[in-house]
């Protein structure tokens, strides 16, 4: 059957699901410009073409993963569990502490007092592509290899559901906290640029200050999930053997851990954290689940069902 754009069905699926989006933005918090541009994006992706609509459902992994974290404004993390400010902080001190004029630092306050013009616009231009880079990454396995693609979005959704989950387990102070407030627990608390203020004020845009007070969980720096998509991204830009951009995705990688750590966004126990989330998920779907599911008959026919969904019109 032929591409429909319009049918009874979808409209009024569509309606259906916008109505429950909208409802739920209003319980979370309120509705903003951000879902706005969301609901246009799905219902305009879905409508516009048939090549869209494919993309679109296909990407619906992502769209899912930034409603969890957004939702996750409903029940803060310190409502849940305990909020550690100073123990992640001594910790840094004690592995990685750096001696400045005989006073112990942390690598976080070492780059607050010795930051350069060039670090910091380097340091904003690899945090401020620690998203678009992976979807981009994700529209071209969508394009090359559909299978492939549908394996790198759902690792990408359990790494963050993990990651969400010890938001919860450990809630835990960012660096640029403790500089701000000390060790006290302060509830309520915006979220705010740090280093990467220097970047917005260099190129005169308040590109992360807009980005970081909509944060939907302040205190949620353990572990670092900036830290674990470009270790996502290389490992599978290595299995679908791409030599030419892997070095690149190496730098971006590399590039991403030093931003987080140099803006005072992370410590580097964080950064720690976020890549062997991301390592050890990739290392369970592949030598546990991977070998499960390829046995499952029951999972095949759910897969080929589900690859059928995302490519079909």
Same mark, same amino acid.
């Given at each position: 059957?032929?591409?429909?754009?319009?049918?009874?069905?979808?409209?009024?699926?569509? @309606?259906? @699901?916008?109505?429950?989006?909208?409802?739920?933005?209003?319980?979370?918090?309120?509705?903003?410009?951000?879902?706005?541009?969301?609901?246009?994006?799905?219902?305009?992706?879905?409508?516009?073409?048939?090549?869209?609509?494919?993309?679109?459902?296909?990407?619906?992994?992502?769209?899912?993963?930034?409603?969890?974290?957004?939702?996750?404004? !409903? !029940?803060?993390?310190?409502?849940?569990?305990?909020?550690? @400010?100073?123990?992640?902080?001594?910790?840094?001190?004690?592995?990685?502490?750096?001696?400045?004029?005989?006073?112990?630092?942390?690598?976080?306050?070492?780059?607050?007092?010795?930051?350069?013009?060039?670090?910091?616009?380097?340091?904003?231009?690899?945090?401020?592509?620690?998203?678009?880079?992976?979807?981009?990454?994700?529209?071209?396995?969508?394009?090359?290899?559909?299978?492939?693609?549908?394996?790198?979005?759902?690792?990408?959704?359990?790494?963050?559901?993990?990651? *969400?989950?010890?938001?919860?387990?450990?809630?835990?102070?960012?660096?640029?906290?403790?500089?701000?407030?000390?060790?006290?627990?302060?509830?309520?608390?915006?979220?705010?640029?740090?280093?990467?203020?220097?970047?917005?004020?260099?190129?005169?845009?308040?590109?992360?200050?807009?980005?970081?007070?909509?944060?939907?969980?302040?205190?949620?720096?353990?572990?670092?999930?900036?830290?674990?998509?470009?270790?996502?991204?290389?490992?599978?830009?290595?299995?679908?053997?791409?030599?030419?951009?892997?070095? &690149?995705?190496?730098? *971006?990688?590399?590039? !991403?851990?030093?931003?987080?750590?140099?803006?005072?966004?992370?410590?580097? !126990?964080?950064?720690?954290?976020?890549?062997?989330?991301?390592?050890?998920?990739?290392?369970?779907?592949?030598?546990? &689940?991977?070998?499960?599911?390829?046995?499952?008959?029951?999972?095949?026919?759910?897969?080929?069902?589900?690859?059928?969904?995302?490519?079909?019109?």
């Amino acid at each position: 059957m032929g591409f429909q754009r319009f049918t009874k069905t979808n409209i009024l699926t569509n @309606i259906f @699901i916008v109505l429950i989006y909208i409802i739920w933005t209003n319980i979370i918090g309120g509705i903003r410009n951000e879902h706005f541009f969301l609901i246009a994006l799905w219902l305009g992706a879905f409508y516009a073409h048939e090549k869209s609509r494919r993309f679109i459902k296909a990407f619906s992994v992502f769209i899912i993963y930034w409603i969890v974290y957004d939702s996750m404004r !409903i !029940i803060p993390n310190y409502e849940v569990s305990r909020v550690h @400010i100073q123990e992640p902080y001594d910790i840094e001190k004690a592995l990685f502490g750096i001696f400045q004029n005989g006073v112990l630092l942390t690598p976080n306050e070492y780059f607050a007092i010795y930051h350069t013009r060039f670090l910091d616009v380097l340091s904003g231009l690899f945090y401020i592509n620690w998203v678009p880079i992976p979807l981009a990454f994700g529209a071209y396995l969508y394009v090359k290899n559909m299978r492939l693609f549908m394996e790198y979005s759902l690792v990408f959704l359990l790494v963050n559901l993990v990651g *969400f989950a010890f938001y919860y387990i450990y809630p835990a102070a960012p660096p640029w906290y403790v500089e701000l407030y000390g060790f006290d627990l302060h509830i309520g608390v915006l979220g705010n640029r740090a280093g990467l203020a220097n970047f917005d004020q260099i190129i005169g845009m308040p590109i992360f200050e807009n980005i970081y007070h909509k944060n939907a969980n302040v205190l949620a720096a353990m572990p670092s999930l900036h830290s674990s998509y470009p270790v996502i991204v290389l490992y599978y830009g290595i299995k679908k053997g791409m030599p030419w951009m892997n070095w &690149f995705f190496g730098i *971006f990688m590399l590039g !991403i851990w030093f931003s987080a750590i140099y803006s005072g966004h992370h410590y580097i !126990i964080d950064v720690i954290a976020g890549a062997f989330i991301a390592f050890i998920i990739l290392l369970l779907y592949n030598a546990s &689940f991977s070998n499960f599911v390829t046995n499952s008959k029951s999972y095949q026919k759910i897969k080929q069902n589900l690859y059928q969904f995302l490519s079909s019109s």
